[in-house]
């Protein structure tokens, strides 16, 4: 969850399919986590978040879920559109300091 | 909702120049602003955290002498890329909060394009 990839893995989703993006962590001292969905050439957005005393949290088409035990945490898209077509980020505060630090993304390929 | 504005959007600069990109809290006062760098299909690595009126704290391995970075005040926040050379050709986005992330989330720039040719 922590480290920075040579290459971004690729999700390709049919339209309309649900998408599920995963992310492992490594410090259980992480406090909070949120997810950022980045189009290309901008800054990432953010989508939903979670603390660490939660396991689900759900928002309009997307759903955090947060496993403690094995240190992962998904992000569930329902009904995947084309404009969700992005590199998605998952983020953590808390295990290295007052700081966010970044997984090493997913991008997600909505096909038509 | 909260809103960061970051300028210049891209820029081209000779190596040996310096640059400066502006970072800025629109409708709330940031306490704490942070800079990242992102190379191409990578994720975003923290450069430094800036507070205003103190000193910024680096990560391990960024010259802060290379970076500087000032925030004068809680609406502003600026990193100069000095002597910039080729290597430092990056994507570099801020971020701002106005309390704990928790309670305040973070709120990204729309990032700046440096290319050093």
């Known amino acids: 969850g922590e480290s920075v990839g040579l290459h971004l893995p690729t999700l390709s989703v049919q339209e309309g399919d649900n998408s599920i993006i995963n992310c492992a962590y490594s410090n259980s001292a992480s406090d909070y986590f949120i997810w950022y969905k980045q189009e290309s050439g901008k800054g990432p957005q953010f989508i939903i978040d979670i603390r660490s005393n939660m396991d689900k949290r759900q928002g309009q088409r997307v759903t955090v879920l947060l496993n403690k035990t094995v240190k992962h945490l998904s992000l569930q898209i329902a009904a995947t559109q084309p404009g969700d077509s992005a590199v998605y980020f998952c983020?953590?505060?808390?295990?290295?300091?007052?700081?966010?630090?970044f997984g090493g993304g997913t991008r997600v390929l909505v096909k038509p | 909702g909260a809103v960061v504005s970051q300028h210049p959007s891209w820029v081209i600069c000779k190596s040996g120049t310096s640059v400066k990109i502006e970072c800025r809290s629109l409708?709330?006062?940031?306490?704490?602003m942070f800079w990242y760098r992102q190379f191409p299909k990578q994720s975003l690595m923290l450069m430094a955290t800036?507070?205003?009126?103190?000193?910024?704290?680096?990560e391990q391995g960024v010259e802060k002498d290379k970076f500087l970075i000032n925030h004068a005040s809680l609406t502003l926040s600026t990193l100069t890329v000095t002597s910039a050379h080729p290597e430092d050709s990056s994507f570099y986005i801020c971020?701002?909060?106005?309390?704990?992330?928790?309670?305040?989330?973070?709120?990204f720039g729309s990032g700046t394009r440096l290319t050093v040719v």
């Open positions: 800036s507070n205003e009126g103190s000193k910024a704290t680096y």
């Open positions: 409708d709330f006062q940031a306490t704490t």
């Open positions: 983020a953590e505060w808390g295990a290295a300091g007052n700081k966010l630090t």
């Open positions: 971020s701002a909060s106005g309390g704990e992330p928790m309670d305040y989330g973070y709120t």
